[in-house]
């Protein structure tokens, strides 16, 4: 079946600092690929997607791209700040259903 | 808009009891979902439906139940609630159910059973 691996947490960076969370799956069609971030206390809500291989999701100076020979889709930001602080997970979508499968999530602290 | 909205947000259960958690959206989506998070992992899927009076388990739904009589709510019901059911309980919904469509989440029932 379908799943998700998310780089082990938690990560802890100074203010400013350059970002990367890995996320590499498994799947046996052509899935869409998201980034849901979590505040606390809060729900999922939905950072950036890509649909096919080799698009790039952006949003709030993150970007991830679709790496369909990798089976990658890494979480990158330029420089972080404190509000960045949270839980990332990558999650894949399968086209033909309406499911997803979700990694375990990356808790990021940004400390200033 | 609300988007997704979710009742009790805490509960505190004993052994055996049962609840019935509320989720509701008003953004006339088709397809509804329930997560379970525990402490430091990911999101299971328990169940999920694709319209009023259709739903289907997902990972984990022993333990659970739901029903689907409106497009806006799909509740989830615990009968005789053990510890193992302790956890943060999502509701989610989405337009369809093509790959692309991303999840709405409501802010979570954070449940325990003592």
């Known amino acids: 079946g379908d799943s998700v691996t998310q780089m082990e947490g938690p990560v802890t960076l100074s203010e400013e600092a350059f970002l990367t969370i890995n996320c590499t799956y498994t799947a046996t069609g052509y899935p869409s690929l998201f980034w849901y971030v979590q505040y606390p206390g809060e729900g999922l809500q939905l950072l950036l997607k890509?649909?096919?291989?080799?698009d790039k999701g952006s949003n709030k100076g993150f970007e991830a791209t679709y790496r369909k020979e990798t089976t990658s889709f890494h979480l990158e930001k330029g420089s972080v700040q404190v509000s960045d602080s949270a839980v990332y997970f990558c999650?894949?979508?399968?086209?033909?259903?309406?499911?997803?499968?979700f990694g375990d999530g990356t808790t990021l602290t940004v400390k200033p | 808009n609300a988007g997704v909205t979710q009742t009790p947000k805490f509960r505190i259960l004993k052994i055996g009891q049962s609840m019935t958690l509320q989720c509701t959206q008003d953004?006339?989506?088709?397809?509804m979902y329930w997560y379970r998070q525990d402490p430091g992992m990911g999101l299971k899927l328990i169940y999920y439906?694709?319209?009023?009076?259709?739903?289907d388990k997902g990972e984990v739904p022993n333990g659970y139940n739901v029903s689907r009589s409106t497009t806006e709510d799909f509740p989830l019901r615990l009968e005789l609630a053990a510890p193992s059911q302790t956890s943060v309980y999502f509701c989610?919904?989405?337009?369809?159910?093509?790959?692309?469509?991303?999840?709405?989440f409501g802010p979570g029932t954070r449940l325990t059973v003592l």
């Open positions: 989610a919904s989405s337009y369809g159910g093509q790959g692309w469509n991303e999840q709405f």
């Open positions: 890509a649909t096919k291989a080799d």
């Open positions: 999650a894949l979508s399968d086209p033909n259903a309406g499911k997803s499968t």
């Open positions: 439906s694709v319209g009023a009076g259709i739903t």
């Open positions: 953004m006339n989506h088709n397809y």
